[in-house]
């Protein structure tokens, strides 16, 4: 049967190793045989203020990696978040019914207000409300993400219950977070600390060089190598494996996870061995970036058969809400 696929990335900064593995590689695998949904979230983005003159350069960037890492508009709808108004109005009707306090308590909220203490914005507060509104708007069944929005994604089916239950309605399905290896994935970044992520200046971005790529996995932080034989590996050297697990051969894996466990590993090779996987993925990614970055009527083409798609989809959603809350025409 063919369910419904959502998933989207914020407008900031450039596509990452753990933005394709965690939600892009599954969303892409998925697109030919499901109803497929795939968005730029640029009203997320404002949460950071960026700047009017970079705000459609930034949508522009990340819908253009987007397609040249595989996504087929043939087969999926792309759109862009702000190009659908009925997601800001469920937005706002899911304002209503979520308290104060859950939304404190997320851990994304309490990061950000670590992070930029001098902007703690409304907008920040209610981020996961606009996922949700985002999310449940086409209602579906999977939703391809990374671990770090698995938080965000029980708040969703919280909401979604809530709604249900309060509106005595059968609106929302719960959706649930999905990766195929069963395990949300947690791709780590290069400093040896956390995630990688757009803003850690800790990432691989899909449309780095061969020449960075390079130059940033040999800067990778280790340690000075293993004393003993099949010693516990620290949290460095285990984000190392993690992400050749992800790129590298299981035959490549098993090779240097032998040589750490009876202490002969170099990791100058396995740096360069990471590094040459590495590319081997996104060398494709890189040269399609730039042609499909310069086809502006082809972007445009896209987004509008994408929004047309997506409105449709909202608007079928939306007079089901209006109907259950009780918002009515005279
Ligand atoms: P964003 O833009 O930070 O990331 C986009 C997707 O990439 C995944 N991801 C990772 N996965 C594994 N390891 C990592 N290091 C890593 N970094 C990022 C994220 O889990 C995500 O799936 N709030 C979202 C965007 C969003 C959204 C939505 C996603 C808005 N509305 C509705 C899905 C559905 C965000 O900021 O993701």
Not at 80 to 105: A, F
Not at 184 to 209: A, C, H, Q, R, Y
């Amino acid at each position: 049967m063919k369910e419904t696929v959502l998933s989207g990335i914020r407008s900031t900064g450039h596509l990452h190793l753990g933005n394709y593995f965690g939600a892009l590689r599954n969303f892409i695998k998925m697109q030919y045989e499901h109803r497929c949904l795939f968005f730029v979230a640029d009203l997320h983005s404002l949460t950071t203020h960026p700047k009017p003159a970079d705000f459609h350069g930034n949508v522009h960037r990340v819908l253009t990696e987007y397609l040249a890492a595989g996504l087929d508009p043939e087969h999926a709808t792309l759109f862009v978040q702000s190009d659908i108004p009925e997601i800001t109005e469920l937005y706002v009707l899911l304002n209503m019914i979520t308290y104060k306090g859950e939304l404190e308590r997320t851990t994304s909220f309490k990061d950000k207000v670590r992070k930029q203490e001098d902007n703690v914005n409304a907008g920040l507060l209610t981020y996961p409300v606009l996922m949700a509104a985002d999310i449940l708007i086409h209602r579906p069944a999977k939703v391809p993400v990374g671990k770090d929005q698995e938080q965000h994604l029980e708040i969703t089916r919280t909401l979604a219950r809530r709604f249900n239950r309060l509106y005595e309605a059968d609106v929302f399905p719960e959706p649930a977070a999905f990766n195929f290896g069963a395990e949300l994935v947690k791709i780590p970044g290069l400093d040896g600390s956390g995630k990688m992520g757009k803003s850690e200046g800790n990432g691989i971005f899909l449309s780095d060089d061969e020449k960075t790529i390079h130059k940033k996995v040999m800067h990778a932080v280790t340690d000075s190598g293993p004393t003993a034989p099949n010693g516990e590996m620290p949290d460095t050297i285990r984000n190392i494996f993690t992400l050749l697990e992800v790129v590298s051969t299981p035959d490549v894996v098993t090779h240097f996870r032998e040589a750490y466990n009876n202490c002969t590993i170099r990791y100058g090779e396995l740096k360069k061995q990471l590094a040459e996987d590495i590319c081997k993925i996104t060398l494709p990614i890189r040269t399609r970036i730039e042609e499909i970055g310069a086809d502006r009527d082809y972007l445009r083409k896209v987004t509008q058969q994408g929004a047309a798609q997506a409105r449709e989809s909202a608007q079928a959603t939306m007079k089901e809400v209006r109907k259950a809350v009780g918002i009515q025409a005279f």
